[in-house]
Every structure is written in C-alpha cells, then in structure tokens.
C-alpha cells in the first residue's frame, strides 16, 4: 500500500501503511492510493476531478539581496546614485542601504527604478535589464 497525503492540490506526504500516518486525517488532506501509481511522487499537483498527477509547481522568487542589486549596477550608476543631492535619489538609497532583502515584484521597487529612470539615472531599457538580472539572480 502507498499513499500520498494531497493538502491545497499538492502532494504533501507519503505513507506506505506502516506505523503512524504523517499526517492525522482531517477534512483539510486528500488521501489518494498510488499503489499502483510509481510516477506519482510528493510535491507534485493532484488534480481529484481527473485523478492526474502533474509536475510541481513552478515558484518565481522575487527576493535578493543589496549585494546582489550592487552586482548587477555598473560602477557609473553606483557612484551617480550614490552622489546625488537630488532628495528623491537620496531617499531612495537611504532605504536600498537599510534593506536587508529586496522585493523586485514589489510596488516599492518599480517606484524606485522608475525613479531612477525619471532622474536620468539609468535608462528604462537598463532599468528593464537590471531587472531581468535580477529575477535571475533571484531563481539561480
């Protein structure tokens, strides 16, 4: 016997009937029989209208880090962001120093390469590039 315990259309756990469940039953879990099934594997989606199993998810992450932002800059626009007495900029930076992790999908981050793009800092087809080099770094 083998099962896999499905929570949220994900396959969670598994239990081949010896000792204890991984997971109490509750109404919360699916319990699909896989006896028969070796290609259906934990962290797989479970579709239950279809009895199909498919790949896992795919998860984008958003999160890097100021060193990671500085890795992707180029001495030049480091040093104009930095030096500038333009308040906005200032601002800006004030907050990029403080961070200790970055959202690059977040509201906050498109206003300040947006406001970077405003103040002659970096283009928008460099903004756009830094930004894709960043979701790499993210997902590396």
Known sequence: MRQLQVQNNIAQNEWSGGGSMPVPPDNTWAFVDVTDRPDAQVGMTYDSTTDIFGPAPVVVRTIVTPAQVVSVLTAAEWQIATTSTDADVVWAMAQFQLATQIDIASPVFSQLMSG????????????????????ELANA
């Open 116 to 135: 970077l793009v405003s103040k002659g800092i970096v283009t928008a087809a460099r903004a756009t590039e830094i930004q894709s080099d960043l979701m």
